[in-house]
């Protein structure tokens, strides 16, 4: 094993100097970083001139120049990288500190997003093969793919934002539109269920009506003005989210891994009203950890006593349960904040932002309506990045999984008498994520890179935004800097893929002769 990851570091580190050496010349001649200057009729332009060649180095060959550039990266190994000074005077380092936690912050979101959606809707489609949930998903992701991001982000800001604080004006869903939420409502659920048509048309008549009903209420209560779930609804929830857990993870023959579930979820119920006077009283990011270490280690007691033998899946499902139930205590926190946000002056019922990282006149210190106010600026970015990134995720889960379906082993399986979630799951799931985890694992490392249109579009300052300056003012430094830590990310996520191979396919070996 480690003579495996050390080969491999090794291949991959000879792939980072040959690309950066390549991109550093490139970039050197391709533009003069003192061409504003030349044309400048400053008095003192002579003087900036040579100050600026002297700080950047620019009177030694590129060849040689980047060598002094690596020298100052190796400074990394002792804690002490130098990136170089950036043509503004600031130093690269600190300007990658500062834009590095804005992209994580922005991307992050949306790629977890994406993948997750993309990878359980394409699932569903290859196992609805052929059906009309499966056309439509098809017909979806191909818009997707076909949409620029620039053109999503305007209807976004257009809809989502604009028309959104425009109609919480005087919050009233028109008629035509509670029909219209209710037929695409039912049309999804009835799609999703699959079945005869009996099937298909009774979903979608319970569908509908609970859409319906449901905006119905929203609409004559002030719900959108004061939002909440409420322990009742969290308790609903929490059931359903007990039931799907356990089906997906051991199935709900496993009535172990059933009743410390439903147990977890029912605690939710128990540990609102205390988990509310914490958040009240004590709002930190640091008692959010807490308590969710608290909600994490009594899910583990409650799986153990249930379970006498195979504890690790029981555990696991458990644990999922309470994390997601307890997911709805922090979703209920922001609701309430919802109303005293909106009552700022800064927001004036106004919630949804279309440019900005963050509400500049907010001079609120509450945790609970700062932390609400980030959530709303990355809205419309977050929705655009997971539009657009999780088509892709659709089309590969779906043909990855229909091609695996196909394998003899799947069949065999089938034969034994294994159940279809124990087929799906266990054999069919796991091997479609190999192939998929390549692109995962790439995906996350390209989320430091930034997203330069949507960062533009929405007007974060974030990596995507620093490379268009490099790029732009030939500041060459900044580039590179910028370059160094997205290229550094994609080689480490290639050895963690590399290794991920080995634990999702027994067959595949990465020590010794590999």
């Not at 029912?266 to 969710?292: C, E, K, R």
Request: hydrophobic content about 50%; overall charge positive.
């Amino acid at each position: 094993m480690v003579a495996f990851i050390l080969r491999r570091l090794g291949v991959l580190g000879v792939i980072l100097f040959g690309s950066s050496f390549i991109l550093y010349n490139l970039a050197a001649i391709s533009g003069d970083p003192l061409s504003d200057l030349k044309l400048s009729n400053d008095p003192n332009r002579d003087f900036l001139i040579a100050s600026l060649t002297r700080e950047l180095q620019l009177d030694v060959p590129p060849p040689a120049r980047y060598f002094l550039w690596l020298k100052g990266i190796f400074g990394i190994f002792v804690g002490n990288p130098d990136f170089g000074m950036s043509r503004d005077g600031s130093t690269v380092a600190h300007s990658l500190a500062l834009a590095i936690p804005v992209t994580i912050r922005l991307v992050l979101a949306a790629t977890i997003l994406a993948i997750v959606l993309g990878i359980s809707i394409g699932i569903v489609t290859a196992l609805r093969q052929y059906s009309r949930f499966d056309y439509s998903m098809t017909f979806v992701s191909f818009l997707m793919f076909s949409l620029p991001i620039f053109w999503v982000a305007v209807l976004l800001k257009e809809y989502l934002a604009i028309s959104f604080n425009n109609f919480l004006r005087e919050p009233n869903v028109p008629v035509l539109w509670i029909i219209s939420i209710a037929l695409f409502s039912g049309i999804f659920w009835a799609s999703i269920v699959g079945g005869t048509r009996r099937t298909f048309w009774i979903t979608f008549g319970a569908a509908a009506g609970i859409a319906a009903t449901l905006i119905t209420f929203f609409s004559l209560s002030g719900w959108f003005l004061n939002p909440s779930l409420g322990p009742i609804v969290i308790l609903g929830l929490s059931i359903g989210i007990a039931y799907g857990v356990t089906q997906l993870s051991v199935g709900l023959i496993n009535k172990a891994a059933l009743k410390a579930s439903l147990t977890m979820a029912g605690l939710s119920i128990v540990y609102y009203y205390p988990a509310n006077w914490v958040f009240d009283n004590h709002p930190s990011n640091l008692s959010v950890f807490l308590m969710a270490c608290v909600t994490i280690t009594i899910a583990v007691f409650v799986a153990r006593a249930f379970s006498k033998i195979d504890r690790g899946p029981i555990v696991r499902t458990a644990v999922i349960t309470a994390f997601l139930s307890a997911g709805l205590l922090i979703i209920d926190k922001y609701k309430q904040t919802w109303k005293p946000y909106m009552e700022t002056d800064a927001i004036n019922y106004r919630p949804v932002p279309t440019i900005g990282q963050r509400s500049d006149l907010l001079d609120s210190t509450d945790f609970w309506i700062t932390n609400l106010d980030t959530v709303t600026h990355l809205f419309l970015p977050t929705v655009a990045l997971t539009l657009i990134s999780f088509a892709g995720y659709i089309r590969f889960s779906r043909g990855t999984l229909l091609e695996v379906l196909n394998q003899d082993y799947i069949r065999t399986a089938r034969a034994k008498g294994l159940t279809e979630r124990t087929v799906i799951m266990r054999h069919a799931f796991r091997n479609t994520m190999i192939p998929l985890t390549t692109i995962m694992v790439v995906d996350f490392a390209g989320v430091i890179g930034g997203a330069l249109i949507t960062e533009s579009v929405f007007g974060w300052s974030g990596m995507g935004t620093l490379f268009r300056q490099g790029l732009l003012g030939y500041d060459l430094n900044l580039l590179m800097g910028v370059f160094f830590i997205t290229a550094s990310l994609s080689v480490i996520a290639n050895l963690i893929a590399d290794l991920l191979y080995s634990a999702l396919d027994p067959r595949i070996r990465v020590g010794g002769g590999a």
